[in-house]
Structures are given as structure tokens and as C-alpha cells.
């Protein structure tokens, strides 16, 4: 059976510290103001705030990024096809045929996906290539979005999200019931982001509350 | 057989080619501005990718489409309602198409790539329908606006009659022939294209996407009868200014029964308006909420308010409804009403991010960077110039079309 790559975030572990979001950002060269994958506060109103009275407060983060869907709306509807899907589950974008219609952002039911409004000349803090040299930079005018890290995936390593300070996050091969994910998923109850839509992501979630 | 005449001649018609081409030129150095900055100098952020651009593409294609429904429709029966305006329709929807097909170039990132949609169109897109749609109109239109001009375009000896010259009874009886059958293939592409918005939206709703647009159920009756309002709209509007500054007049009773038209779609649009707004009320409060009372609804309210209710007043009355001035301010009025209804349509769809908690969607605002987790749009100085400069080029294109096409009936049929 063909691979299906997939990730486990446990919302048990994870504790908002936003490493991933960082180390994502510097792996794959995210220019000023674009971020692939980010962690959001389930609480109060802002960043890192509770929600409820004291003493009944409650807080729990949300890592999100690209669900690498198996049906993948911004997939369906991009126009020209720059958009796709992997045998191995990965959802890519061409960067090179992509015409920067933003049909894919508006598609797309988990918000992950972000656009190159300005030139890179202006968004380029530090204006040198960061993180992993075979990420391409990406041209003015198109989306981007998380990748599983595939330079990284395709040589047989994990995502540079993976190794989280507080083991929140697991790779594997989803069709694979012996897989670390697989296990996760089975024992711990992983659920996906609005499954009701049908999309079927890749990314599953082990709930906070267990 | 000569050409319309635009009076008073020449000075007045110079200076307002004049002011075209300086509108043109000025969108013309915001489009390079914005192509080589990027969009960023546009209002559009990643909570919501879509503004002007996209809205202007949408009701242009529904005017276009439907400028053309009202008069093809008729050629099609063999019926001579509107026999004197439609190749006044024609050319109207023609450009209005053509014009949309250039906000789309407009609104790219990558506007060098749009061959892309050639090369490798992904046939699951509505986008790619929404392209193959518009050419197809565009071809069908063309063919049918050929066929009902050429005899006269021959016996003016243009060159636009590509040297077919024939006018006898016999190649009056092909053309008329030809020119019905196009206008029946132009009547079922108008529909299709009048309502691609809704099409789009459909494409979406298989995933619930664009959840406040989907779970509006009546939006496909809604598109095709705004397209279909502003169609008969602006073929008033033009009617109008023909009448004015040109020595083409349409008959008053003709102008009439357009005027009546538009009334009537006036009053079923808001038909369906109001249907749809009581079916969100029970289907759910808070979508109900944020169309009307969201920060967007003004621009719904407005739109109600001065789109509908007062030219409704004006074509209501067949005193008001005579005057040719007042038949045009209605016709404007209710050109900016189908414009305002849509425009808060698109917005509403992506005021809320799909999963809206704190930090939010990062915008990109430089120099710092803004995350939100409610979208705004305002479109910038940038957008408003080259939508201009674009709606400039079609005033253009309609001159020339004036000056070089027999708009007016040579023989009646």
C-alpha cells in the first residue's frame, strides 16, 4: 500500500511555547509577515489568555498549519493546476505555474494558506537565505503554504516541526497501522480539523481533555 | 448610409476621448506600480484575498450577459420588441465581457502566467468554466452582432464586413437566419455566464466552504436577476446618452418597455432578497446577523434603500417614467444598487476566517506585521484607478463602436 504521510499534534502536550512556528518559519524561508504554520490560543481574546472566571480558567492552543487534505479543496479549484496533490499525501503548490489568483485562500477551510502580496526585496528580514537551502524562494505574487517539509520528508527525514520541546508532535505513515501516528490516533481518539466537510486531512489532533 | 454622427461634433467628442485616454494612462502607471510591488499596494489581505477586482470581473460578466439575455432572447423568438436596440445590446455585452475578463488580468498576482489557463486548465475548477464561458460568449456575441450587421457594414463598404459584400435577398435570409441561431447560443452562454458567481460559489458549497455564502440558497435566482437588472440598466443608460449626444434615437415606446422591465426586476430582486433574508432567519440567527447588521450591511441597506426603493418610485410613475432624464438617473441608480448588493455578497463571504481564534491569520500589513481574526477591505487608491482606467477603456471601445458600427437599423426587417 502506497504511503500516506500524515502528523499527530497532541493538544495534551502542546503548551503554546510556538518553537514550531519559528522553526517553520526559519526552515523554509518565510518572509516578513507570512507564517506556515502557527499556533493559536483556544481561550480568551488574545494571545496566551484564558477564557472563563477565576478560579474556572481554561487555555489550550491550536498548532495549525496546511491539513494536507485528501480531498483537497484549494487542489479542486485552482485553475491551472499548480496546485497539487502527492501519491504520498503531500498538498503542494507549484510556484512556478501559479498565475496568484487566491482562489486556493479563499477555498481552503482552514485558513493556512498565505499569499506574497509584496516584493521580496521589502520582506526579506534578513535579506539572506535562511534554513534549508534546496526551500526555493518564492516569487512575488503567488501562495505558499506548510509542505510536510518535503526536501526534508524526500530524503527520509521528519518535518523540522517535529522534534517539539514538549513531544507534542508525531510524523509518520498513516497507512500503516503499525506507525507511531497510527497508534496515536487509534489509542489517544485523534480527530481532524471540520471533518464534517469531508476534506480528510492528514493532521490529526489528540484532544486536550482526555 | 453613413455611420451614427456624434454631436455636437467634433471639440466636445475630442475632449472626452481626452479624458478617457487620461483616466487610461493613469491606470496604466498604477497597474505597473502594483505589478511591481505586488499586490500589497491593493486593500486585499490574506483574511480576504478578494475586493474590487473580483467584483467588478462578477457584475461585469452579469451586466454583459445580461444586456444581452433581454434583446438576443427576442431575435431568437423572431419577435420585434427590442429589434431597434439589439445591436446596441450587443456591443454593449461584448465589451462589458471583455472588460471583465481584463479585471481578472487585473486582479492576478502573476498576470504573465494567465496562458497557464491554456496550457494546463484543471477542468474541476469553476474558474476554468467561469474562462471557457466567457470565450465562448464572446465568440457566440461577435458572430451574431456580425450577422445581424454585416449587409449594412457591406453596403458601407467597411472592411469590417471581411469583404463579404453580397446583399442580396438571398444573403439577407443567411444572415437573418445565422444571426438568430447565434443569438440563441449567445442567450444560454449569457445565462450561464450572468450567474457565474453563483456557479463558483456552488463549486465551493461541496465542501461548505464560504459557509455564508453556500447556506444562501436562493444566490443563483439572485445573480441571474441582479445580471439581468443591470443588463437593462445599463442598455437605458446607453439608450439614453445615444439619444443625447448621438443621432441615434430609439422610440419612445421602446425605451419604455425597458423602463417598465427594469421596474419589475427592481421589485423581483427584492423579492428575493427579502425570501432569502427569511429563510437565513430561520435557518440561522447569526448568519441572519451579519448580513444585516454585520459591517458590511450598510453597504446591503444602501443598496436597498437608494438601488431600489427610489428608482422604483421613479419608473413606478409613467409620468417620471417618460422623461428621459429620470429614466437614466434610474437606470444609474439601479446599476450602483445590483453593484453595492453583490459587492456586500463577496465581502460577507470572507469577513470571518474559517478558524478565527487569537493570534489569528497574519495580513501582512508592512511595516509591521498585523494578525487578525476578522477581516477588513477597503479598496486602495491604486485598486479605485485601475478598476477606473478599465471602465475608462470600455467608454473608449463603446465611442469607437459608435463611430465605426451601424448601430442604427439601415432597413427595418
Known amino acids: 500500500m502506497a504511503k500516506r504521510y500524515g502528523m499527530v499534534i497532541d493538544l495534551k502536550r502542546c503548551v503554546g511555547c510556538q518553537t514550531c512556528a519559528l522553526v517553520c518559519k526559519l526552515e523554509n524561508h518565510q518572509p516578513l509577515g507570512l507564517w506556515w504554520n502557527r499556533v493559536l490560543t483556544i481561550g480568551g481574546p488574545e494571545i496566551d489568555t484564558p477564557f472563563g472566571t477565576y478560579p474556572d480558567l481554561q487555555m489550550s492552543f491550536l498548532p495549525i498549519a496546511c491539513q494536507h487534505c485528501e480531498d483537497p479543496p484549494c487542489v479542486e479549484v485552482c485553475p491551472v493546476g499548480a496546485a497539487y496533490k502527492r501519491e504520498d499525501g503531500l498538498v503542494l503548490i507549484n510556484w512556478e505555474t501559479c498565475i496568484g489568483c487566491r482562489y486556493c485562500i479563499v477555498a481552503c477551510p482552514y485558513g493556512v494558506r498565505v499569499y506574497n502580496w509584496r516584493s521580496t526585496k521589502e520582506q526579506e528580514i534578513p535579506d539572506f537565505q535562511v534554513g534549508a537551502p534546496e526551500v526555493p524562494a518564492r516569487p512575488l505574487g503567488v501562495g505558499e503554504k506548510c509542505t510536510f517539509c518535503v526536501h526534508r520528508v524526500d530524503k527520509g527525514l521528519q518535518p523540522a516541526c517535529i522534534p517539539c520541546p514538549s513531544r507534542a508532535r508525531f510524523f509518520g505513515d498513516l497507512n500503516d497501522p503499525n506507525s507511531e501516528v497510527s497508534k496515536l490516533i487509534k489509542e489517544k481518539g485523534g480527530y481532524q480539523l471540520k471533518s464534517e466537510l469531508g476534506t480528510n486531512p492528514s493532521v490529526f489532533y489528540l484532544p486536550a481533555k482526555r | ?413
Open chain 2, 1 to 413: 448610409m453613413k455611420a451614427a454622427t456624434i454631436r455636437p461634433d467634433s471639440k466636445n467628442l475630442y475632449a472626452w476621448i481626452a479624458v478617457l485616454v487620461a483616466i487610461i494612462a493613469g491606470a496604466a502607471y498604477a497597474w505597473t506600480v502594483q505589478t511591481i510591488e505586488g499586490l500589497g499596494v491593493t486593500g486585499l489581505t490574506n483574511v480576504m484575498p478578494w475586493g474590487l477586482y473580483v467584483q467588478f470581473f462578477g457584475f461585469l460578466l452579469g451586466m454583459g450577459g445580461g444586456a444581452i439575455i433581454v434583446s438576443a432572447a427576442m431575435d431568437a423568438a423572431g419577435m420585434q420588441t427590442f429589434k431597434s436596440i439589439s445591436r446596441i445590446s450587443i456591443v454593449v455585452g461584448v465589451v462589458a465581457v471583455a472588460l471583465g475578463s481584463v479585471f481578472i488580468l487585473g486582479d492576478l498576482g502573476r498576470p504573465e502566467r494567465a496562458i497557464y489557463f491554456f496550457i494546463s486548465p484543471n477542468w474541476e475548477s469553476s474558474m476554468v468554466w467561469d474562462m471557457i464561458f466567457m470565450i465562448l460568449f464572446l465568440v457566440l456575441a461577435v458572430g451574431y452582432g456580425w450577422f445581424s450587421m454585416r449587409a449594412d457594414l457591406a453596403r458601407k463598404r467597411s472592411p469590417l464586413a471581411l469583404g463579404v459584400n453580397d446583399v442580396s435577398e438571398k444573403a439577407l435570409r443567411r444572415d437573418r437566419t445565422m444571426s438568430r441561431i447565434l443569438a440563441g447560443g449567445t442567450v444560454v452562454v449569457g445565462a450561464l455566464l450572468a450567474n457565474q458567481a453563483s456557479l463558483t460559489s456552488w463549486t465551493l458549497s461541496e465542501h461548505e466552504v464560504l459557509e455564508t455564502l453556500s447556506m444562501r440558497l436562493l444566490l443563483a435566482p439572485l445573480f441571474l436577476l441582479s445580471a439581468l437588472t443591470s443588463g437593462v440598466a445599463v442598455l437605458l443608460l446607453v439608450v439614453a446618452i445615444l439619444s443625447r449626444f448621438t443621432d441615434i434615437k430609439i422610440a419612445s415606446n421602446t425605451r419604455e418597455s425597458l423602463a417598465k422591465m427594469l421596474a419589475v426586476l427592481v421589485v423581483l430582486n427584492l423579492a428575493v432578497l427579502v425570501a432569502e433574508a427569511a429563510i437565513l432567519d430561520f435557518r440561522g440567527r447569526v448568519l441572519f446577523s451579519v448580513i444585516m447588521e454585520g459591517p458590511y450591511a450598510p453597504i446591503l441597506w444602501s443598496a436597498i434603500a437608494i438601488g431600489a426603493a427610489v428608482p422604483l418610485a421613479m419608473l413606478a410613475y409613467p409620468r417620471t417614467r417618460r422623461l428621459g432624464s429620470t429614466v437614466a438617473l434610474a437606470s444609474v441608480l439601479s446599476l450602483a444598487g445590483v453593484f453595492l448588493i453583490r459587492y456586500s455578497l463577496l465581502l460577507q463571504g470572507t469577513l470571518y476566517p474559517h478558524i478565527a481564534y487569537p493570534l489569528g491569520i497574519p495580513i501582512q500589513a508592512i511595516p509591521q506585521t498585523v494578525w487578525s481574526t476578522v477581516g477588513s477591505y477597503t479598496p486602495t487608491f491604486i485598486e479605485v484607478i485601475v478598476s477606473a482606467g478599465i471602465l475608462a477603456f470600455g467608454a473608449l471601445l463603446l465611442t469607437f463602436a459608435v463611430k465605426i458600427l451601424p448601430l442604427k437599423r439601415e432597413r427595418s426587417a
